[in-house]
């Protein structure tokens, strides 16, 4: 299916097909694609084809939605920030180990980091992902080579979270960097959206809750509408920010946003997992209802959280409360399925209920959740008029075998191995599990060399001035 203009017919076991109300599972069907969209859904077609491809006892689904990812940095987070926090910042990563992993990666480790994310993000079936950073040209540039839908918001903000001395963190202000971020973000805006077929197109990301002045979100808000684009924000990430903006305004992160009349339906909130009625937070409940009452989306990166022992106080909660939910990837793996296993799973354990959220709930949120976050109605679904963004998985592997309920199985026991094909817009950028576009060898050689010239440099950026292996002390000891 690499010439778009022709018509393929793709024949699969089971398609997981959208019937307008809702993912449906048709047995032995056949799904037509055409000029990048898909022209046909059901059991038989009596048109015209180009091509036939018989995908056998393979299951074809719609490709799967990043809400939330920093490409250009999260490899490197590897054998780094795992089983590392510190108690008096609850346990985030975001107030020491980020400034000095940020701070001692070089332009070359960004560059190594977005064509490692993309191909990692490609082979799990990723066919579409947020971004969020400061790599904008060459996302976009590489987005066209490796054939990934990217949303890329070239992020900014006011000011910025330090610590100091390990026990406190404070913050430095600079309300003219940030105007400046944002007019940087305009021009980008205009350079590149709609770019590359429409493979490409920018939305707009003020960093941080407790990072951006009101002035700076409510013109950025302003932006998002008028251009009926995504507007996102990392909001209600840690208890440490929590805590600032009720000494600060008096009221939750969430409640702040909705007072300054920045919540709405094009509104992606990243993690909104410290919230008020979360035990992590002896704050009372409130703040799910907001985001539902606001029609705002929130992006579920559960595994940055529960790797650290925080848990989502329940993604079933939101998701009764009428809060749309989609996942997001954030640091690494950089893999959505693993996000729904985990979203699964983690959901159950806060409930005590193993009915609780479903692998229906986790897929619908990796696809359809992840569409309407986006404002997509051609994303997210295998339907007539849909964009042509197809994961293929093997019918037989060791994944997917026995097969009795694909969505289980994938959800529950699937990794990128049990994947087959991967088209975005009609075009085969996975092949046999393999990037098409992908040069393996050189990925993983520059990502490692990004790292061997980061890992000694960071003491430079660390309060107290430690390395790698004081800050992250290596599993077991050396051999003496």
């Known amino acids: 299916m690499d010439d778009t203009a022709a018509r393929t017919a793709i024949r699969a076991r089971h398609v997981l097909a959208f019937d307008g109300r809702g993912h449906r599972l048709l047995r032995d069907g056949i799904v037509v694609v055409e000029r990048g969209r898909i022209l046909h859904v059901g059991p038989r077609f009596d048109g015209r084809v180009d091509t036939t491809i018989d995908a056998g006892d393979g299951v074809l689904t719609p490709g799967l939605i990043s809400t939330h990812a920093h490409i250009a940095g999260s490899p490197l987070d590897r054998s780094f920030i795992e089983d590392r926090g510190r108690a008096q910042f609850w346990y985030s990563g975001l107030f020491e180990m980020l400034p000095v992993r940020a701070g001692a990666q070089d332009a070359g480790a960004s560059r190594a980091c977005v064509d490692f994310s993309m191909a990692e993000l490609l082979r799990g079936g990723v066919t579409t992902v947020m971004e969020i950073g400061g790599e904008g040209d060459y996302v976009v540039a590489r987005a066209a080579h490796y054939g990934l839908r990217v949303y890329m918001g070239l992020t900014f903000r006011s000011g910025q979270w330090l610590t100091r001395d390990g026990r406190r963190v404070v913050w430095e202000w600079d309300e003219a960097a940030g105007q400046a971020g944002l007019a940087r973000a305009v021009e980008f805006f205009g350079k590149h959206d ?287």
């Open 194 to 480: 709609g770019t590359h077929g429409d493979l490409v197109r920018c939305y707009w990301a003020p960093s941080q809750v407790d990072t951006c002045t009101p002035a700076l979100l409510r013109e950025a808000k302003r932006r998002a509408d008028e251009t009926r684009r995504p507007f996102t924000l990392h909001t209600s990430q840690s208890v440490v920010e929590f805590n600032e903006m009720l000494a600060r305004h008096g009221v939750t992160p969430v409640a702040w946003l909705r007072d300054l009349g920045v919540l709405g339906p094009n509104v992606v909130l990243g993690h909104a997992i410290v919230v008020g009625g979360s035990s992590w937070t002896n704050y009372p409940a409130g703040d799910v209802a907001i985001m539902a009452d606001a029609g705002c989306s929130v992006a579920h990166a559960v595994w940055v959280f529960a790797r650290r022992g925080v848990i989502m106080e329940s993604f079933a909660r939101y998701q009764a409360a009428g809060v749309n939910m989609s996942l997001g990837t954030d640091t690494n793996p950089q893999s959505v399925i693993e996000a729904m296993r985990w979203a699964a799973v983690c959901s159950k354990i806060a409930e005590r209920n193993t009915e609780a959220t479903t692998a229906a709930d986790v897929f619908d949120a990796a696809t359809l959740g992840g569409a309407r976050a986006l404002g997509r109605d051609d994303l997210g679904r295998i339907a007539p008029g849909a964009a042509a963004d197809l994961v293929l998985w093997k019918g037989a592997s060791w994944g997917m075998t026995p097969l009795r309920d694909p969505i289980k199985n994938i959800v529950y026991n699937a990794t990128a191995e049990d994947i087959d094909r991967v088209w975005v817009a009609g075009r085969l950028v996975v092949e046999r599990g393999r990037v098409v576009a992908a040069d393996e060898g050189a990925i993983l050689t520059a990502l490692q060399a990004g790292g061997e010239r980061m890992w000694p440099a960071m003491e430079r950026f660390d309060w107290a001035g430690r390395g790698a292996d004081e800050l992250s002390p290596p599993t077991y000891p050396p051999w003496s």
